[in-house]
C-alpha cells in the first residue's frame, strides 16, 4: 500500500505564518517569505554566505512552523518519494532544475517529518513547474 500526503504551500499559508511571525516580532516590517515559491538555486547560489545562511534559516523556520500546524511534526517518514511542482504566475520559461528545494528539504526534515533528506530516506526527487496566474504555490507530494 502506497501513503500520500500533499502539502500545498500557497499564499493563504503565507498570510497565516505572516500573521503568527509579526507577532513574535512585532517591530519587523518585511515578511519573511515573500512568495510561495522556494528561492531559485540561480538566486542564492551567487549570495553571499551569510546572506544565503539567513535565507535557509527563514525557510526552515517557515517550514517546521507549516509542519507543525499541519500536525505532522514527528511523522518520521522513511523512504519516501517526492514530487515538488511549482506553479508560477506568469509563463515565463522557468529551468525545473533552478527550482531546487533545499531549504524545504531542510524544514522537513528539521521538524521530522522525514527522517531525513539523504539518499536512504528520500529515494525519488521529482521536480515539476507549472502556471497558475490566479493561485502561484509550490505543492509537495510525498509518497511511501
Not at 507543525?68 to 508560477?88: A, N, W
Amino acid at each position: 500500500m502506497i501513503n500520500k500526503i500533499l502539502l500545498i504551500i500557497d499564499d493563504y499559508v503565507l498570510d497565516k505564518y505572516n500573521k503568527y511571525y509579526f507577532r513574535l516580532y512585532p517591530n519587523r516590517r518585511k515578511p519573511p517569505i515573500e512568495k510561495p515559491i522556494h528561492p531559485s538555486i540561480n538566486k542564492w547560489m551567487i549570495m553571499k554566505r551569510p546572506i544565503m545562511n539567513a535565507l535557509k534559516q527563514t525557510w526552515k523556520d517557515f517550514i517546521v512552523w507549516y509542519i507543525e500546524d499541519q500536525g505532522l511534526t514527528d511523522k518520521g517518514i522513511d523512504k519516501c518519494s517526492m514530487t515538488f511542482t511549482s506553479y508560477f504566475r506568469t509563463r515565463v520559461r522557468k529551468d525545473c532544475d533552478n527550482t531546487v528545494p533545499k531549504f524545504i528539504l531542510d524544514g522537513l526534515s528539521e521538524s521530522g517529518f522525514i527522517i531525513d533528506d539523504d539518499s536512504n530516506h528520500l529515494h525519488t526527487l521529482i521536480l515539476k513547474c507549472g502556471w497558475d496566474k490566479e493561485r502561484q504555490r509550490t505543492e509537495i507530494l510525498v509518497e511511501w
